[in-house]
């Protein structure tokens, strides 16, 4: 049985250590596996959890990194090597405000097949997760489609966590039709406040309206709101946690350690939201907020993803810091 079934991309991440305007003057970059998928997927093999990534790298040196990346943490990998495409790269530029830009090479992660994915891989799984990343041309979107289908035949549990990122876009009208087609297949969904304005910009300050305007109707939503922690929506009830303080070197793959560490709590209360009191909702999302703060205090996703006695180590001292501030 796989805990955590993940589909899309799977890339190198290239962030460039210097912040500023353009990658023009960048000279240092840090090389990591990345890709959303394969992020949630690390981010939870960490936590000792069985997870899968279904995926198409190329057969070149990077996609040996990859693999060899992934396997190194635990994770099943179920990548196909592609001879005709080179593995993608994403350039991540820094930039002085905060915040990230990404420039693609876009290669084999658009080549992902149909034939990728059975309807036993699906069966064998407690979740898929997918992105978007990966639905952009017709072939891969086909694939991601086809799995989520296979999900719901099978009473799978779907979650999704949408990244935009416009220069993979050429019409920003089709980027956000498709993330809102990914979005409503969903059962659990994460996404970050920039995105979520992204869909729907006119409901900056209601967030249950902005998520019935992009056309969710699934269990759990939760919107990541950087250092002011999460807001999340669970059937009727709605609360917000804040995000502990540290020194921040880079955001990438903050928000996919948020997804997995919240994704590992669910499984331990069996996917079953109507059991869950409100302290036990308030302490998944401080759990799953306190991963996405320890990932960005490092460079590259892989690398910075916790484990459980390091997220254990943040919340106690969370918690001393609050007690300290009662009193």
């Known amino acids: 049985m796989i805990d955590v079934l ?10 460039a250590h210097e912040r500023g305007d353009t990658l023009v003057e960048a000279a240092r970059y840090n090389a990591a596996t990345g890709g959303a998928p394969a992020n949630v997927a690390a981010g939870l093999a960490k936590l000792d959890r069985r997870a899968r990534v279904i995926a198409t790298v190329g057969n070149d040196v990077f996609g ?13 990998c179920t990548l196909r090597r592609d001879p005709d495409h080179f593995t993608t790269l994403a350039f991540v530029r820094q930039k002085l405000e905060g915040g990230r830009e990404f420039l693609f090479s876009v290669g084999a992660h658009e080549q992902l097949l149909p034939e990728q994915v059975t309807a036993e891989d699906v069966q064998q799984a407690r979740i898929l997760h997918y992105g978007s990343v990966s639905l952009r041309t017709p072939q891969s979107r086909e694939t991601v489609l086809h799995a989520i289908q296979l999900a ?170 609050s007690a300290g501030a009662a009193n």
């Open 6 to 15: 993940c589909i899309g991309e799977a890339l190198i991440d290239f962030v």
């Open 152 to 321: 719901k035949e099978a009473g799978v549990v779907t979650s999704c966590s949408p990244d935009w990122r416009p220069g993979l876009w050429p019409n920003p009208d089709d980027g956000r039709a498709t993330i809102c087609e990914a979005i409503a297949h969903a059962d659990i969904l994460r996404t970050s406040l920039p995105d979520l304005l992204f869909l729907r910009p006119d409901h900056e300050d209601d967030y249950a309206a902005a998520l019935d305007a992009i056309g969710f109707a699934g269990r759990l939503a939760v919107i990541t709101l950087g250092k002011d922690g999460a807001w999340y929506k669970a059937g009727e009830r709605t609360g917000q946690v804040p995000a502990p303080t540290v020194k921040v070197v880079e955001t990438t793959g903050a928000g996919d350690a948020f997804t997995a560490a919240m994704l590992d709590c669910l499984l331990d209360f069996d996917l079953t939201l109507g059991d869950m009191t409100e302290a036990d909702l308030q302490n998944v999302m401080a759990r799953a907020c306190a991963a996405g703060a320890l990932t960005a205090t490092g460079y590259g996703a892989i690398p910075s993803l916790p484990d459980d006695a390091q997220i254990d180590a943040l919340m106690r001292m969370m918690k001393k810091m």
């Open 64 to 76: 040996e990194k990859i693999v060899h990346d992934l396997e190194t943490v635990g994770v099943i």
